[in-house]
């Protein structure tokens, strides 16, 4: 997929996301909304991932590590085909449906359950590990929000990456600088963040983590360096694209209401609008 | 009688106003944080009193771990995150650093049980009661009402100890007279007479309890409601009473039926050699269905006509 078309998608992304957390009346929002361009390029121009090839084992991984942000992931298999967008906007948050606040492998084309944070760095250590055993040419792919590292897991997760040198891990960090109660470096700073991820061992790159087009060019050079794993700090707005959700910490698990719906889906059609040029 | 019953704050908001008033006139209290302060209503504790709260970050293990180190150094600690990470991410530090090496933290489950609904099983604390029973030297509370709430708070700042404590999200109908209740810990309340048979509950599942007993007091079933808000010092002698002065009895908990209230009551029984109709209600050995608290609740039978039903069979009553 080109640059224009990824940037479109992206649009009607956010334009989903919204729409279904505002229906399912519950969502984490602007973590969805941080980490989606990451997503797009991610399924739409760098892994194997189909309906199709989903009960294959060679086929590239994706685990969504900060799993409350489940709504952007939804968003994007509904696209992929593994359900359509009817069902998830009629499902999201409803009692006894499957479209719950977090992945669930009941939901097709999710790959492993998360929710509680610290859990999947480990997990997709452990699955390139086995790609590696097999002969497998795979690659696992996972995310983590930037205030989720402070559990000590994802650090021991990162010593067994670099010691079993797993160049068919791409570690993204959705590094909003933002976790519930506010800033991660006055919460638990974290900073100096990519000299911590060079010092454990990983090939560590940095990139606007909301544009698609330099995402898609630099995930299509992993790994950044054989026998490492990659790192990739994806610097990133939370709540980006609507306005008055930018960077701001109250937006991290809040519904929007109809008129603010209505204000963010308008912004949304107008950058599609300038993208398309007809304006 | 059966009172019009009065509807409070959510037990974890009164858990933060008991703890701010406590903390504005002891400075040694301090509240240690994961990222939580938020869901735990601590932010005008935070706001008011900044430098008797300490923020760790998204890391429940050293939550913990540093609460028992404060705790080592004086301090009053409760170390507040959601129930089902501190009971679980951090249960070894609990285990260790907390019970084992005798340090006084109170660990406090906030959105316990299936609070957190549609956010799914990482987000459920039905495992809390279990896990804690077989580590000693931990008190287990977890508070039906505000009242209840109030006190048992109270009661461990005057005396700390280790100790977990249990706390909801949803408001809570009042259950007692403040003015007349009297709350001790490992003490249950009788929240209604009854002979026919006894529910014995704990948490938030209790006024669904009291609903279950009036229903039946309009079938002329007259049903004995107990608090059981404290699971270790466990109140044998509520449980004997129950069994020895009515009929039969049905346990209500928001946890698993792998062991908790309920199992703690079967086997007290069978060992003083008692046999009687009995129940355990909690949710099942299984996935369980996705759904916010009260549909969970209804489908598992944690309700007045669930409880009532239960009832029914176990007396062998039909309507
Ligand atoms: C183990 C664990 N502790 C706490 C939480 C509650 N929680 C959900 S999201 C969140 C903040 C996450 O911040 P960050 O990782 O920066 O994510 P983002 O900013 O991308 O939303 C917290 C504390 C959790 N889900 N898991
Ligand atoms: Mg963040």
Redesign the interface.
């Known amino acids: 997929m080109n640059a224009h078309e990824l940037r479109l998608k992206s649009i009607a992304y956010r334009k989903t996301i919204l729409e279904i957390i505002h229906r399912g009346g519950a969502g984490h929002t602007a973590g969805s909304l941080s980490c989606v361009d990451i997503l797009n390029v991610l399924y739409n121009h760098i892994m194997n991932i189909t309906p199709e090839n989903f009960n294959k084992i060679n086929r590239d991984h994706y685990i969504q590590s900060k799993g409350h942000s489940v709504e952007a992931l939804y968003t994007v298999l509904a696209d992929q085909g593994f359900y359509s967008r009817d069902e998830l906007l009629e499902g999201l948050n409803q009692n006894y449906s499957k479209f719950i606040g977090h992945p669930t492998r009941k939901v097709p084309g999710i790959e492993h359950n998360t929710g509680a944070l610290g859990h999947g760095l480990s997990v997709s250590v452990g699955l390139a590990l086995a790609g590696k055993l097999n002969g497998y040419t795979y690659r696992v792919f996972t995310l983590l929000g930037d205030g989720e590292l402070a559990e000590g897991s994802s650090w021991e997760a990162s010593m067994s990456a670099a010691h079993y040198k797993l160049d068919n891990l791409v570690v993204i960090v959705d590094r909003n600088t933002l976790q519930i109660t506010g800033r991660t470096e006055e919460v638990n700073g974290l900073e100096p963040l990519a000299d911590k991820f060079t010092a454990f061992g990983y090939a560590v790159r940095q990139i606007d983590g909301n544009n698609v087009e330099a995402l898609a060019d630099l995930l299509g050079t992993v790994p950044f360096e054989v026998g490492k794993p990659s790192l990739l700090l994806a610097n990133t707005v939370k709540g980006k694209g609507v306005s008055y959700m930018e960077d701001q910490k109250a937006w991290h698990h809040k519904v929007p209401t109809d008129e603010q719906l209505a204000t963010a889906l308008a912004e949304l059609d107008a950058a599609r609008l300038e993208l398309e040029g007809i304006r | 009688m059966a009172t019009e019953k009065t509807m409070g704050k959510p037990n974890q908001q009164v858990f933060s106003d008991t703890l701010l008033d406590l903390a504005q006139n002891d400075k040694d209290i301090l509240v240690v944080?994961?990222?939580?302060?938020?869901?735990g209503k601590l932010v005008a504790f935070g706001e008011t009193l900044p430098e008797q709260i300490v923020?760790?970050?998204?890391?429940?293990?050293?939550l913990v771990g540093l609460s028992s180190g404060l705790a080592a150094g004086g301090k009053k600690v409760f170390a507040v995150s959601p129930a089902?990470?501190v009971t679980i991410?951090s249960l070894e530090q609990v285990k260790n650093d907390v019970a084992y090496s005798d340090r006084p933290v109170c660990v406090v489950g906030i959105s316990a049980g299936v609070s957190y609904g549609?956010?799914?099983?990482?987000?459920h604390a039905i495992h809390d009661y279990a896990v804690l029973r077989c580590i000693n030297n931990i008190d287990i509370l977890a508070p039906a009402d505000n009242f209840e709430t109030e006190q048992v708070l109270r009661a461990l700042v005057e005396h700390p100890r280790p100790a977990y404590i249990r706390l909801g999200k949803q408001a809570m109908p009042n259950l007692h007279d403040p003015a007349t209740a009297i709350f001790e810990i490992g003490k249950a309340i009788q929240v209604r007479p009854g002979t026919d048979l006894t529910i014995i509950s704990i948490g938030e599942p209790t006024p669904h309890a009291v609903d279950a007993a009036d229903l039946l007091a309009k079938e002329g079933i007259s049903c004995r409601v107990i608090s059981m808000h404290t699971l270790r010092p466990f109140d044998r002698d509520a449980l004997m009473d129950a069994a020895l002065n009515t009929r039969a009895i049905i346990t209500v908990e928001e946890h698993s039926v792998n062991g908790g209230l309920g199992e703690l009551c079967a086997s007290t029984l069978m060992q003083e050699g008692i046999q009687i109709p009995f129940k355990i209600v909690g949710f099942p050995d299984e996935y369980t269905?996705?759904?916010?608290q009260e549909?969970m609740f209804k489908h598992y039978g944690i309700s007045g006509e669930g409880l009532a039903e239960t009832a029914r069979k176990l007396l062998g009553v039909r309507i």
């Open positions: 944080t994961s990222d939580s302060r938020g869901s923020e760790v970050g998204i890391a429940e293990q050293n089902c990470f991410r549609l956010l799914g099983s990482t987000h269905i996705n759904g916010d549909t």
